[in-house]
């Protein structure tokens, strides 16, 4: 029963199809009548009759357009629905009917409707008063009512309670369908990538080797040109390899993490200084804090893997950021935690991928022609790791992107509160 949000959040692809088969189900096993309706009150099963009364409702119109039933039904519906709790009601004092919320996730997606049963041994006169409010022959009504037991509150308890635990085994149903559906998904990104992005280097590296055999033997400057080509490209193909190698560890918690006194700072300054080079070649300004003015920042972390998160913020700052654009490392520390932020004046992030950009595989195709999206999803593991957090905000498309990541400070050596300026290098 899987669903796909429509323009305002609500499921517009639930398999009500599937809930009519499960809940026609329940109308046999406890011959009550019942109907589901979705989010904006629009009847999406039923009414689903067994006993005789309920065929005689049916029959006689009650779930037609402006009928009592329709009302009736709607309003109780309504009332699950706002509330998240089940709800009851009853037509003349004799008719009993519940409401239960249909959930999923923290999600209201609608109510199901059920009883139209009588609470005690019904009588002539009080079949002829149901008959006259819901349009029914009363005479009819009583001639069905006298041959079929009362509901007792009891019996619609235990009804309530077993539609509940129908409800909760037929969403977690669909819950599992929906993950599995995800995880399909995923492998066919998966191969798809892996596929083309493991492909492309190895093609460039035979197109090299090929043209060095045809006659570039005898040039040494030719040589040494498709030489320092070719180990660019081993050295994509090594960390495409070496990403799927750590995602994986991440997904079976084999990631291994050193954790040891080390210094913030020097970790800081190593993933700048990794990606000066290619900061400048785009005229990029990078704006940093005096990180020596900071003293050593002492941090409990594998230093190795932490400059690793900030090499990854900062290669894909630079990545998205144009030809004289600028990028920001922001720090700060209070007793208790080290706050570092990295901003940039680059393409943004769409609001509709900012839930999903710490996921495997999750890309901005916009000037992303390298990589497998594993990245951020293997930073977010480290940080989590370290007891940290990462998050991310992005204005949209052209508004550049901000990521901030919090790492707890050592116990021993917790300092108060000191913001650091931001001087250009």
């Not at 190593?270 to 990029?284: D, G």
Request: aromatic fraction near 4%; hydrophobic fraction near 45%.
């Amino acid at each position: 029963m899987n669903e796909i949000a429509d323009a305002d959040g609500r499921p517009a692809g639930w398999d009500w199809d599937g809930w009519r088969r499960a809940l026609a189900r329940f109308a046999a096993a406890t011959e009550l009548c019942v109907c589901a309706y979705d989010h904006d009150l629009a009847r999406q099963a039923g009414p689903l009759a067994s006993s005789k009364v309920a065929r005689l409702l049916v029959n006689s119109g009650v779930w037609n357009e402006g009928r009592l039933g329709a009302t009736v039904e709607r309003d109780l519906a309504a009332q699950a629905i706002e509330t998240g709790a089940a709800a009851q009601a009853s037509v003349c004092d004799e008719l009993r009917l519940r409401a239960v919320p249909l959930s999923m996730g923290d999600q209201v997606r609608g109510a199901i409707v059920y009883g139209w049963a009588f609470a005690t041994f019904g009588t002539p006169l009080g079949c002829e008063r149901i008959g006259r409010q819901l349009g029914v022959d009363g005479a009819r009504l009583w001639a069905e009512a006298r041959l079929e037991s009362p509901v007792t509150e009891a019996r619609m308890t235990v009804y309530t309670e077993l539609l509940e635990t129908m409800i909760e085994s037929t969403v977690r149903h669909a819950e599992v369908v929906e993950h599995l559906e995800e995880l399909g998904r995923l492998r066919e990104v998966f191969l798809a990538s892996v596929s083309h992005e493991l492909r492309t280097p190895l093609s460039v590296l035979g197109t090299r080797i090929e043209l060095l055999l045809r006659g570039a033997l005898a040039d040494p400057e030719a040589i040494r040109a498709s030489l320092v080509n070719m180990k660019h490209h081993v050295q994509t193909e090594a960390r495409l390899v070496e990403d799927l190698i750590e995602a994986a560890r991440t997904r079976t918690g084999q990631l291994r993490i050193d954790m040891h006194l080390t210094s913030l700072r020097d970790i800081l300054k190593a993933a700048v200084s990794a990606v000066l080079p290619h900061a400048e070649a785009k005229q990029i300004d990078i704006a940093i804090p005096d990180l020596e003015e900071a003293g050593q920042l002492p941090i409990v972390a594998d230093a190795h893997r932490l400059q690793q998160v900030f090499w990854n913020l900062l290669s894909n700052a630079v990545k998205f950021t144009p030809v004289s654009g600028r990028i920001e490392l922001q720090l700060q520390r209070d007793a208790r935690t080290y706050a570092v932020s990295v901003t940039d004046t680059g393409s943004g992030i769409e609001e509709a991928l900012l839930p999903h950009v710490f996921k495997p595989f999750t890309k901005q195709l916009k000037a992303n022609a390298q990589g497998l999206g594993l990245g951020l999803s293997i930073a977010h593991h480290i940080v989590e790791r370290h007891g940290g957090t990462i998050s991310v905000e992005s204005a949209g498309r052209d508004a550049g992107a901000a990521f901030h990541v919090t790492l707890p400070v050592p116990v021993q050596t917790r300092p108060q509160r000191r913001p650091f300026g931001s001087p250009s290098l």
